[in-house]
C-alpha cells in the first residue's frame, strides 16, 4: 500500500518570505501522480498543484512550485511570496493511476503540515 | 466550487442513532467519495463509488454504508453512530478516474 508522509506538522514563515512544505511517498509503482491539496479555515479543499510522474519537469502555479524527485519519492512545495491568505493546512496526497480503462484509483493523504504566515 | 453541496453542514446526534450524510453534484461526474478528516490522520477514504450502484470500501468503511440510486447523489449512513465516528465528513467527485478530486465544504458531524 501507498504511503504519505509530511514531517512537518507545524510551520510559519513571514510574509513575503519563502517557504518549502516537505512530502515522502512509499510506492513500488513507476507512474502515478501527486497533488497539493490547501485547506484554509474555511474547511475548504482546493487542489493547489498537480505533478504527474511520467514528467520530469516540475509543476508551476503562480507562486506555487514543486520540487518532484522521483528517485529520492520526495515532492515538497515551495511557496514564494508568502501571502496571509496562505495560511491553512497543507496536504500532500497520492494517486496511482489506474489499471483499468475507466477505472478509478483512491486518492492517499498525508497527515498534513499546518502553515502560519505572520504580518 | 466544482458543484457539490454536502447536507446537513453541521449535525449532532446521540450514539446508537443512524445518520445520513447526503452529497449532491451538479457535474455529472462518475467518480464519488466520502472521506473523513481527523486530528493527525489527514483524510482517509471511507468508500466511493464508480457509478450508479457501483460502491466499494475504502481503507476506514467498518460502521458505514453508502447508496448512490443516482448520479448526482451520493448517501453516506452510518448505521448506529459511535463517538469515534465524530469527525469531518468530506464528499469528493472527480470526472474520470485519473482526474483531481474536487471536494464539498464538509459536514462537522459530533457523535454524543
Known amino acids: 500500500a501507498q504511503t504519505v508522509t509530511q514531517s512537518q506538522p507545524e510551520m510559519s514563515v513571514q510574509e513575503a518570505e519563502t517557504v518549502t512544505l516537505s512530502c515522502t511517498y512509499d510506492?513500488?509503482?513507476?507512474?502515478?501522480?501527486l497533488f497539493w491539496y490547501k485547506q484554509p479555515p474555511s474547511r475548504q479543499m482546493i487542489l493547489v498543484i498537480r505533478?504527474?510522474?511520467?514528467?520530469?519537469q516540475n509543476a508551476t502555479e503562480n507562486r506555487f512550485s514543486v520540487n518532484f524527485q522521483k528517485a529520492a519519492k520526495s515532492f515538497s512545495l515551495k511557496i514564494s511570496d508568502s501571502q496571509l491568505g496562505d495560511t491553512a493546512m497543507y496536504f500532500c496526497?497520492?494517486?496511482?493511476?489506474?489499471?483499468?480503462?475507466?477505472?478509478?484509483?483512491?486518492?492517499?493523504f498525508g497527515k498534513g503540515t499546518k502553515l502560519t504566515v505572520n504580518p | 466550487d466544482a458543484g457539490i453541496t454536502q447536507s446537513p453542514r453541521h449535525k449532532v446526534t446521540e450514539t446508537g442513532t443512524p445518520v445520513t450524510l447526503r452529497c449532491h453534484q451538479t457535474?455529472?461526474?462518475?467518480?464519488m467519495y466520502w472521506y473523513r478528516q481527523d486530528p493527525g490522520h489527514g483524510l482517509r477514504l471511507i468508500h466511493y463509488?464508480?457509478?450508479?450502484?457501483?460502491?466499494d470500501k475504502g481503507e476506514v468503511s467498518d460502521g458505514y454504508s453508502v447508496s448512490r440510486s443516482k448520479t448526482e447523489d451520493f448517501l453516506l449512513t452510518l448505521e448506529s453512530a459511535t463517538s469515534s465516528q465524530t469527525s469531518v465528513y468530506f464528499c469528493?467527485?472527480?470526472?474520470?478516474?485519473?482526474?483531481?478530486?474536487?471536494f464539498g465544504n464538509g459536514t462537522r458531524l459530533t457523535v454524543t
Open positions: 463509488s464508480y457509478g450508479v450502484k457501483d460502491t
Open positions: 469528493a467527485i472527480s470526472r474520470v478516474g485519473d482526474s483531481p478530486l474536487h
Open positions: 496526497a497520492f494517486m496511482k493511476p489506474s489499471l483499468l480503462q475507466g477505472g478509478s484509483e483512491k486518492l492517499v
Open positions: 457535474e455529472n461526474h462518475r467518480y
Open positions: 510506492t513500488s509503482e513507476s507512474n502515478y501522480y
Open positions: 505533478q504527474e510522474a511520467y514528467k520530469q
